[in-house]
T-cell receptor, first 113, second 114 residues
Framework: GESVGLHLPTLSVQEGDNSIINCAYS??????FIWYKQESGKGPQFIID?????DKRQGQRVTVLLNKTVKHLSLQIAATQPGDSAVYFC????????????FGKGNQVVVIP | DAGVTQSPTHLIKTRGQQVTLRCSPI?????VSWYQQVLGQGPQFIFQ???????GRGNFPDRFSARQFPNYSSELNVNALLLGDSALYLC?????????????FGDGTRLSIL
């Protein structure tokens, strides 16, 4: 399929190392945040979410950190595997009566075996 | 369990034509949203439908319209197609209309305009 990650910032990481992907969001009213993984030819796949009343949430091999003071979100992937190679997007939403998601610029992660 | 399903997977149209894209949400999900993803960019919000009513609309022209059926499936219609409408059209479903619930995406319809 066509590449999702044309001209995107790229993070190259050695297999087994930890990855950190950063995201700056713009809307101070945003109260819900999601990280998605998108592989070539597929739709975005939900990884983990966090609400604004939290600053850290952990899943399986992934951790999301939220810093509302500087409007910054990060995704940490532990023990990165070749299957983690993809484009990663952060998305934010605010309680405006609908669930509109605003996506950030994607980050291409390339895992080197 | 089946995820969000979209049809067709690929479509080729010419300028000025009309297109209808279809989406079936995850079973039990009542909200469907549509997004447009241009190559190299993140998805852009087009519409949200919940209980057959439009709950949100993004910055897209009136050529774009949608509807939701009693079984919660949805259609996106685009009239008078332009070359710039070439994109991946994604459908996402969630349980309810609120903003603090995860949306799950289908694999999209790749629309190419010649």
């Amino acid at each position: 399929g066509e590449s999702v990650g044309l001209h995107l910032p790229t993070l190259s990481v050695q297999e087994g190392d930890n990855s950190i992907i950063n995201c700056a969001y713009s809307n101070s009213a945003s109260d819900y945040f999601i990280w998605y993984k998108q592989e070539s030819g597929k739709g975005p796949q939900f990884i983990i979410d966090i609400r604004s009343n939290m600053d850290k949430r952990q899943g399986q091999r992934v951790t999301v950190l939220l810093n509302k003071t500087v409007k910054h979100l990060s995704l940490q992937i532990a023990a990165t595997q070749p299957g983690d190679s993809a484009v990663y997007f952060c998305a934010e939403s605010a309680s405006y009566g609908n669930n509109r998601l605003a996506f950030g610029k994607g980050n291409q992660v390339v895992v080197i075996p | 369990d089946a995820g969000v399903t979209q049809s067709p997977t690929h479509l080729i149209k010419t300028r000025g034509q009309q297109v209808t894209l279809r989406c079936s949400p995850i079973s039990g999900h009542k909200s469907v949203s549509w997004y447009q993803q241009v190559l190299g960019q993140g998805p852009q919000f087009i519409f949200q439908y919940y209980e057959k009513e439009e709950r949100g609309r993004g910055n897209f022209p009136d050529r774009f319209s949608a509807r939701q059926f009693p079984n919660y499936s949805s259609e996106l219609n685009v009239n008078a197609l332009l070359l710039g409408d070439s994109a991946l059209y994604l459908c996402a479903s969630s349980l309810g209309q609120n903003s603090n619930q995860p949306q799950h995406f289908g694999d999209g319809t790749r629309l190419s305009i010649l």
